[in-house]
């Protein structure tokens, strides 16, 4: 238990911290973290209580996650599980331990340990530890420069920003923010455009809160983008363009800033042309994208008219090939090329365009195209469409029975019909779930969703609720992460009420008054068969819908959630993720609406119906 992990100073000096110190791999709380492990579990075998206490309150204390672009709760839980079980948050240290850590902050020599012990003292408990901030802010300094370099994955630049986020709280009665300011100065004048990897992220740090020498930074830029290009590393180079074209602006220079976007274009292209080179599969798919981002980066720049021109003559030529390349997957199960193709989408600067186009990889199965798979397949396989058919849960239960096709009534050849486009789309939606999944792991790869990203869509999002935007947060989050079982225990329930909002905004009566005079809501059962709905989004999405939530014969897996039928293992499949990636693209397709017509009427261009029948 960490309440008990209790030790004078005098202890404290008595344990070899330093001696774990040294042997770290990296002089980092991560790998400190381990470390302080092991050293508390071998304490505890061979009976050394303190030992045991001081290295397993230090392992807590450096597990916690150090997230610096969070202004709010930079030090973070580092670990939460399923069964609500987590790894130590600041607020769980006690003041009898805060006290302690004070007492031993002067005894410790590591600038990392120094920045995280002054820190955690700082968040934990403000008052009168006014220089445990600045400490900390100085101690993030030194320990920053020292991990920045060719090895360092983001642990130099974390520990920068962190100093300058905390400094800049500190507020003008402490100097700590200038120092930093400074020191961060001096870093990226004396940086190597051409060996220092994370030159661009401390540009962009600096320039967060100072925009002196712009000329002189925008130029250190613009050699590191150049170093990135003659290294192939093209997201990496339009970036630093990115960031020089911010320092061009800066300065007034706005020739210089448009060069830079011309040049983030030219990386998409050669890009573009590197993916020919390599004949990759979905090659002409991939390197049409990438043209479309060419031509998309210069419309930013005034008069490139020709220019886009001619691109877009490249990208449609592309475009005519990437035909055949579909035609040569359509016959088997291979998804590689049509995974890359994902993964190219998604790969994005910024988080909101990532989940954009995650959102974009696909539409709902066409209910046209269903009927006519489920008709033609029905006709070929006679004997299966004579039979009559039954499905049965994992218990062995028959849950849905499906008439013969052939040889019953009208209606029953309609329904058996409606049961067999429905399992054509499960399979569809399986798949697509896979390329899906493998698109969200790839953008984490890139990007730290947090709560807050997600609460943005859900509050401007006309899909939700007022007053239930931390619910949707919560699980979109979730289901970013992986965690499915979670997501979907927060989403799926919350659809049904959702339907009805949009319905209420559009005028429509969701409600119905019982013989006994009760007023119930119209269920997601009603909602689904409801006109009005279909004309809201499409025969396709409520068909989808329907299928993934209710219908016995497809997922139903609202159903199957609300009385409790469903197993871990149904929550960490291809379709689960397909389901949460539908809840995902219900919040954000009125967003991309949105922001492709910026002109119109923020109500009217947000408006979900239009928004998902157009998709």
Not at 168 to 178: K, Y
Not at 211 to 219: C, D, F, I, M, V
Not at 255 to 282: H, K
Not at 391 to 406: C, E, I, K, M, T
Request: overall charge negative; hydrophobic content about 45%; charged content about 25%.
């Amino acid at each position: 238990m960490l309440a008990e992990l209790l030790f004078t100073r005098d202890e404290f000096r008595s344990t070899n911290l330093h001696e774990v110190e040294a042997a770290a791999e990296s002089r980092t709380c991560e790998h400190y973290s381990s470390l302080f492990c092991k050293r508390a579990k071998v304490a505890e075998q061979s009976g050394d209580n303190v030992g045991r206490r001081v290295f397993g309150l230090f392992h807590h204390i450096c597990f916690i996650h150090l997230e610096p672009a969070d202004k709010t709760n930079p030090l973070a839980v580092a670990a939460s599980f399923v069964n609500g079980l987590r790894s130590a948050a600041v607020e769980d240290f006690s003041e009898e331990q805060i006290s302690v850590l004070k007492d031993c902050l002067d005894d410790l020599d590591d600038a990392e340990l120094i920045a995280r012990v002054a820190d955690l003292i700082w968040m934990r408990q403000r008052k009168g530890n006014y220089q445990c901030a600045e400490r900390a802010v100085a101690a993030y300094l030194e320990s920053g420069q020292r991990l920045l370099g060719p090895d360092d994955l983001g642990f130099g630049v974390h520990r920068l920003t962190r100093a300058l986020h905390l400094a800049n709280s500190l507020g003008r009665a402490s100097d700590a923010l200038p120092k930093a300011i400074e020191v961060l100065r001096d870093i990226v004048e004396h940086s190597d455009p051409a060996e220092e990897g994370s030159l661009k992220l401390l540009l962009d740090l600096l320039f967060e809160f100072s925009h002196e020498k712009p000329l002189e930074y925008a130029q250190i830029a613009g050699l590191h983008a150049q170093w990135r290009e003659g290294r192939n590393a093209w997201p990496y180079a339009r970036g630093a363009w990115e960031t020089a074209s911010r320092w061009y602006r800066a300065a007034g220079d706005n020739d210089g800033a448009n060069a830079c976007l011309v040049r983030i274009s030219d990386c998409w292209v050669r890009e573009a042309e590197d993916v020919l080179a390599s004949d990759q599969n979905m090659s002409s798919s991939i390197a049409a994208s990438h043209m479309q981002s060419a031509i998309e980066a210069l419309r930013r720049v005034p008069e490139t008219e020709t220019q886009r021109q001619q691109l877009q003559k490249r990208m449609l030529a592309l475009q005519s090939k990437s035909v055949d390349e579909f035609g040569r997957i359509s016959g088997g199960v291979d998804l590689s090329g049509i995974i890359e193709q994902a993964i190219a989408a998604v790969s994005r600067d910024t988080l909101r365009e990532a989940l954009f186009e995650l959102c974009l990889l696909a539409n709902p199965p066409v209910v046209s195209d269903l009927r006519c798979y489920a008709e033609n397949g029905l006709q070929e396989a006679v004997f299966y469409s004579l039979v009559s058919w039954q499905s049965v849960d994992d218990q062995g239960r028959v849950v849905a029975r499906r008439a013969s096709y052939l040889g019953g009534a009208p209606e029953e050849r309609e329904a058996a019909l409606l049961a067999e486009m429905h399992v054509q789309a499960g399979m569809q939606e399986g798949a697509l779930g896979r390329v899906i999944d493998i698109a969200r792991r790839h953008i984490l790869l890139d990007h730290r969703p947090a709560l807050e990203d997600f609460f943005e869509i859900a509050s401007y999002t006309p899909f939700v609720r007022p007053g239930k935007e931390l619910i949707f947060a919560r699980g979109l989050l979730a289901g970013m992460e992986g965690d499915y079982l979670v997501a979907l225990h927060l989403l799926v329930l919350q659809i049904e009420d959702s339907l009805r909002y949009l319905l209420e905004r559009r005028g429509v009566v969701t409600s119905k008054l019982t013989s006994e005079g009760i007023q119930d809501v119209v269920d997601i059962n009603d909602l689904l068969k409801m006109a009005e709905l279909r004309s809201v989004l499409g025969d396709d999405l409520v068909f989808d819908l329907e299928g993934l939530l209710t219908d016995r014969f497809g997922g139903n897996f609202r159903n199957k959630l609300a009385h409790g039928l469903l197993y871990s293992g149904a929550f960490y499949s291809d379709n689960a993720a397909y389901i949460w990636w539908s809840i995902l693209r219900l919040c954000c397709i009125p967003l991309i609406k949105l922001t492709e017509t910026p002109d119109a009427d923020a109500h009217q261009a947000a408006d979900v119906s239009t928004a998902t029948a157009e998709s």
